[in-house]
């Protein structure tokens, strides 16, 4: 799941004219990776291609990860 997101996550960057920090690891505030707004959004929605889930909607509890291993973590569960 981490070479996943870490892939969409470089794509995305550079399709979205975003700079990604150069060592991401789990503790990197996701506000902090170097993408923005639009470009987790784009990230969310190309999961849910691959995967065929969202598990921000599978949830009736609200989740704002904040570190990238927060995030990861939310897609493997």
């Known amino acids: ?8 996550m470089a794509e995305i960057a550079e399709n979205t004219d975003c700079s990604l920090v150069e060592d991401l690891q789990d503790n990197t505030v996701l506000l902090e990776s170097g993408l923005d707004s639009l470009g987790f959004a784009i990230l969310v929605a190309r999961l849910e291609e691959e995967l065929g889930r969202d598990p921000f909607t599978e949830t009736d509890d609200i989740v704002y990860p904040r570190t990238l291993g927060e995030f990861i973590a939310i897609y493997e569960q």
């Open 1 to 8: 799941m981490r070479t996943l997101i870490l892939r969409l």
